[in-house]
C-alpha cells in the first residue's frame, strides 16, 4: 500500500510525507489486526474519510519521560491547538509529524481519501455482483469518478 503512496506530492508542500503515510496505515493495521490486505485498503480509506481532524492519530499514548524534551500536547503548548491534522509519532519525544498541513491541503487530502473510499465501495459492489474486474500491475481497473458523480 505504501508504494502507490509514494507519487501523493510531498510533506515540504504541506502534504503527507512517507512517515505520515506509514503511521496512518500502522493505526489502521492496529484497528484491524486480523484483516486481509485486500480488506486493509478499503478500511484505510473508509477509517480516514470519517476520522474527525483535528483529533490526533495515536498508534500508542503519549508518554511523558520528563527528559526536558517538548512534547507535542495542545493542553501546554498553544501552537499545537493549531495543527489541523496531527499524525503523532509513537517515539519520545512524541511530536506532530504533519504540522506543516494547511487548511487547503488537508481539503486535497480528504478529497483524496473519499475518491478511494468511494472506488474501494464500487470494487467491492463489483466482487460481490461475481463481476470479472481486471488486475493489471496489482491495480484494479475502475473507471475514473469525477466530483458530483
Not at 491547538?81 to 480528504?110: D, F, G, K
Request: charged share 15%.
Amino acid at each position: 500500500m505504501l508504494k502507490y503512496l509514494k507519487y501523493f506530492p510531498c510533506q515540504i508542500t504541506g502534504f503527507l510525507g512517507g512517515v505520515n503515510w506509514a503511521l496512518l496505515v500502522a493505526r489502521v493495521c492496529q484497528l484491524y489486526p486480523n484483516a486481509v490486505p485486500s480488506m486493509l485498503v478499503s478500511r484505510f480509506f473508509r477509517v480516514f474519510t470519517q476520522w474527525q481532524w483535528p483529533n490526533p492519530v495515536m498508534l500508542c499514548a503519549i508518554e511523558n519521560d520528563d527528559l526536558g524534551f517538548s512534547i507535542w500536547d495542545p493542553r501546554k503548548n498553544p501552537r499545537d491547538r493549531n495543527h489541523l491534522m496531527p499524525i503523532i509519532t509513537p517515539a519520545y519525544p512524541c511530536m506532530n509529524s504533519s504540522y506543516n498541513v494547511s487548511t487547503s491541503t488537508l481539503r486535497v487530502i480528504m478529497e483524496q481519501f473519499q475518491f478511494g473510499n468511494k472506488i474501494c465501495q464500487v470494487s467491492i459492489i463489483l466482487y460481490q455482483k461475481s463481476c470479472m474486474i481486471d488486475i493489471v500491475h496489482g491495480m484494479v481497473l475502475l473507471p475514473i469518478f469525477h466530483a458530483g458523480n
